[in-house]
């Protein structure tokens, strides 16, 4: 990766930190509504599961091809080995224990200060590719109280990394006060009925890596707390539909 120079300014310039999950489907979209140019980064960390990689060219790819304006403004990708991070942070997404609640309250799913290091490596490319906005799915409603996805964490992180980089960075977090319905309600309302039906099929959420049965909501297991999540919030936002 080289310094760019980008004749948008950086406020209408913006990185998405992108799983190919469905909340950062969603951010993405998101983004290339709101923003001149996007692009996305996404984090290998060591996951058991590359099947959630391997979902990002997909959501990529269908976004630019069924939405040309967004087409226009979608850049480069970039993936980030951060192997050596989650090596330290082990915990059940990225080595064999399993998904249940712990003595601290938490879910063992949580991978300590994980965003934490997810901005930070995003702001340093951001910097670098002329972007003044990151895009992050962080939300207080449904991760189980999981710190760092708190408003309060995301500004602090704001302001360290703008003194940091003695630049104005600015964390956007759209889906911070939605739940999973409000989310797909939100994709609805950017994309339509194209954009929910292709982060059903090409989005993955699933902490099992499952892609065998397809549900009305997608793939997965159905069991694990991602999967019922989403599960939930797609029958919650259906049920909310006009007839
Ligand atoms: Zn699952």
Redesign the pocket.
């Known amino acids: 990766m080289s310094d760019t120079s980008s004749p948008v300014p950086a406020e209408r310039s913006a990185l998405v930190l992108f799983s190919g999950g469905q909340d950062s489907a969603t951010c993405l979209a998101w983004a290339l509504q709101h923003h001149d140019r996007v692009e996305t980064v996404g984090f290998d960390y060591g996951q058991r599961h590359h099947v959630e990689l391997q979902a990002r060219d997909r959501v990529r790819e269908g976004m630019a091809a069924g939405f040309p304006d967004w087409g226009q403004r979608l850049g480069e990708d970039f993936v980030v080995d951060l192997t050596g991070y989650g090596a330290i942070a082990e915990s059940a997404l990225t080595a064999d224990r399993a998904i249940e609640m712990e003595a601290s309250g938490l879910p063992s799913t949580f991978v300590p200060g994980r965003n934490l290091v997810f901005l930070t490596v995003a702001s340093a490319l951001a910097y670098r590719r002329g972007h003044g906005v990151l895009v992050g799915g962080m939300c207080e409603t449904d991760y189980s109280g999981y710190p760092d996805c708190r408003r309060e964490t995301i500004d602090a992180m704001q302001s360290a990394l703008g003194l940091g980089l003695d630049t104005a960075l600015s964390i956007a977090t759209p889906l911070m006060h939605l739940d999973k319905a409000q989310t797909w309600a939100l994709a609805e309302q950017l994309g339509g009925r194209a954009l929910t039906a292709l982060i059903e099929e090409d989005s993955h959420?699933?902490?099992?890596?499952?892609r065998g049965a397809r549900h009305a909501w997608g793939y997965?297991?159905?069991?694990?707390?991602?999967?019922?999540l989403r599960a939930r919030g797609h029958a919650a936002w259906t049920a909310a539909l006009p007839a």
């Open positions: 959420t699933c902490y099992r890596g499952e997965g297991c159905g069991t694990c707390p991602a999967c019922e």
